[in-house]
């Protein structure tokens, strides 16, 4: 399986456990974000994200290029509540 058809199948089952009023409110969060226009602001695939340091879990600062220096990443972003 490829890792489109994982995604496009981890997507459906997740979608499948949220209530149809919260998938809703997903959708026209969705579509605000969209009509503000934030995608035209955005970092697209393959764009250089800009030098930064964020703190860790442990409250250690860490830069993007000394994780970089240790082979290629992935930038994760999650929208949380908390």
């Known amino acids: 399986m490829s890792l489109k058809a ?22 026209a969060d969705t579509e605000r974000l969209k009509q503000s226009g934030i995608e035209d602001n955005s970092l697209k695939a393959g764009d250089k994200a800009p030098s930064f340091k964020l703190p860790s879990a442990k409250s250690e600062q860490i830069s993007l290029g000394d994780l970089l220096a240790k082979g290629p990443l ?4 999650y929208r949380g509540g908390w």
């Open 6 to 27: 994982d995604i496009d199948n981890l997507i459906a089952q997740s979608s499948e456990r949220i209530p149809p009023e919260v998938r809703g409110l997903m959708a």
């Open 74 to 77: 992935v930038l994760s972003f």
